[in-house]
């Protein structure tokens, strides 16, 4: 197919038709008569070979391509609109842009928050954005990121998308202060016996893989989809949690846990900030990159060391 030979407008039209599924709300949606909409759904129909809106009684629903093309669409034109607002130059301190970022609650905590500080002071009229990383991101990782600005992701569960790095975090546990089965040393017998409390989204990533990989299969008790909920669900109980240790430092204070270090070499959390390729050469996704590789440079790993209590 040439796609020059395609008039981009029927995107934005088709999009219309397939959520309203009314051909003039449609029309007045994007500012098109009552006529030239038909004219529109006549040719979409040709291009495709389908109704796409099928009548049913006094209403129209979607045929089988039409609930297909339904998210494919809404992508394209989010894609579109990105790619066409692109920017040869971006001035910050006057600029009025806003970024969205895929993001865990764990990487708003330590990265998104100082990113957010930083544009505070910098860019006045710079917005953010953040939501929540969706489950199965590995399987619709192009789309998501077509659709935003960025994904904060570690290495190890996504790949053959650009990155800007970020920082390196370490794996710890949280036990509970007043659990009497883990005296000074957590061990490999613990990970293997106690309940554990998992953050539901795993991806199976490294850390994941790593436990497997010695034998340790985790009884989650409790899973839950916010690494800031662990320490409350390990508080009381004979739980155990993995957490991100710049997390752990900065919930210190929050329930009666203690920090314990991994009793094995956990591999370390490379934290990166992958993007779609359309952004590569945008000058404000540029400055946003720059900008998230500098705050990247002031997160540093925590002045204690683990052993000590986040209550305490």
Known sequence: MNLASLDLNLVVALRALLEELNVTRAGKRIGLSQPAMSAALARLRRHFDDDLLSRVGGHYELTALGQ?????????CDLLERLFTSQADF???????????????????????????????????????????????AEQTGTLLSTTDGLLMPHGIISDFPATELYQDQWVFLVAEDNTEVGEHLTRDHLARLPWVTYQRTYDAPPVRQLGMLGIEPRAEVSVDSFQSLPFLVAGTRRIALIQELLAHRLRGVAPVRIMPAPYEAVPLREALWWHPVHTHDAAHIWLRETAARVAASVSQPETTPEHPLGG
């Open 68 to 76: 297909v093309l339904l998210d494919r669409t809404s992508t394209a």
């Open 91 to 137: 001035d910050p301190a006057v600029e009025d842009h806003e970024f969205t970022l895929v993001a865990s609650d764990y990487a708003v905590a330590v990265f998104g928050a100082e990113l957010a500080r930083v544009l505070h002071r910098e860019a006045p009229g710079i917005r953010l954005r953040f939501i929540q990383t969706p489950p199965g991101i």
